[in-house]
């Protein structure tokens, strides 16, 4: 159709609203294209002194969807062959509008997309579409006013119906906001009393280490302090007993040499007590410091076997200490190791009453394991632990002489030797305690 008065605007308007309508464009789509459609008719009849405008439906070359094409070829050239519009907001009307040059001409075109429901456009519907529009009579410029003045009606209603809709909105996001900031400051207000609560709280454990750090330090000086205090007189008395059990002495009447024979061994049992304390006390002071060297595990294995034999004096109870493998060396502290093992052998020959007791060392990789194994009686999982506190001592009916505190100081050592002291042992299998240390020490 021809555009070349200023009342064909309102036919363009008009029958761009019909196209609109006719291929399915929804009714706000037809008023933004119809609307879009009269601006740019406006500028094109006065810049250029009007346009022949036709209208397709076209399938879009990126997506495919169906869009309605709306193509104003102006009467003369347009300026430096470029077209914008009077109104920026023309632009937002419609999905795409440009200069775009088809077939050697100039053309302004602008598109909208038809929606997916629509009904589709086959050839029969196109002459149909066709016939009807041909058919219809064109409005007068009252016409056109009155349908403007009632599309502009019913997009005022549709605002005042989103501003109404707007406003419950925002007095609901605002009803929520105050929910969630009294939320808010509720859950403040309760993570800093829980934050006062763990300040608190870590001060009285501050406090209380403090404290069990006074009293350890305390146990030690104390045992530390008794044990020196008791090592002069015990000494005395096991130096007493023996002169008066010396043959070169008085000679005493059996009896007498019996007293004296339970004088000395209590003194010495007394004495031994006295040194595992003082060496416990030691320990948990923090004053012992190993004396690194290479340590030869089979020397060291050939010194316990030596210095053990006179104490597996118990019939039925063999004592046997394997050679270890070669290279049998360990970066450790010799006395402190030799320490170790000795306590775990002297426990085993203790309390195991027919058997035997087995020192072998192992090595896996870069770890020895030095396994102390008996045939005893065993001891229940869960005394496992048990057993390595102080002056504790595992209840049963073969109760031997003891003061519970040679396992806690042997696992004290190893623990300084870098290593660790581990249990496996079961009622009536017996029980082997493993010494596990770096080749390369700690």
Known sequence: MALRVEQDIFLVRQRGREVAAAVGLEHQDQVRLATALSEVARDLLRGVDGADVTFAVVADAHTGQRVLRVDLAPVRPLPDGRYEPQSGAVARLVDMLGVVTDGGDTVVRMSRRVPAPAPPLTPERLAQLRTELASSAPGTELDELAAQNAQLIAALDEVRSQRDELEVLNSELQETNRGVMALYNQLTEELEETNRG????????????????????????????????????????????????????????????????????????????????????????????????????????????????????????????????????????????????????????????????????????????????????????????????????????????????GLPYARRLVTLLGGTLELVSEPGRGSTFTVVLPVGGA
């Open 198 to 405: 763990v300040v608190a709280l870590y001060a009285e454990l501050d406090e209380k280490s403090a404290q069990l750090r006074a009293a350890s330090e305390s146990k030690s000086r104390f045992l530390a302090n008794v044990s020196h205090e008791l090592r002069a007189p015990v000494t005395a008395i096991i130096g007493l007993a023996r002169l008066l059990a010396d043959s070169a002495s008085d000679p005493l009447t059996s009896e007498q040499a019996r007293q004296v024979g339970l004088i000395r061994s209590s003194a010495a049992d007394l004495l031994g007590l006295v040194n595992e304390l003082l060496d416990l006390a030691k320990a948990e002071s923090g004053r012992l410091e190993p004396n690194w060297a290479e340590v030869d595990l089979r020397g060291l294995f050939g010194q316990l076997r030596g210095t053990l034999r006179a104490l597996a004096t118990r019939p039925g109870v063999d004592l046997v200490v394997e050679e270890p493998p070669a290279p049998a060396t360990v970066r450790s502290d010799e006395v402190l190791l030799a320490q170790v093992l000795r306590n775990l052998l002297h426990n085993g020959l203790k309390f195991t009453e027919r058997g035997e007791v087995r020192l072998r060392a192992e090595q896996r990789g870069d770890l020895w394991s030095l396994l102390v194994t008996d045939t005893g009686a065993g001891i229940p999982a869960e005394l496992h632990e048990r057993i390595f506190e102080e002056f504790y001592q595992v209840p049963g009916t073969t109760r031997v002489g003891g003061t519970g505190l």
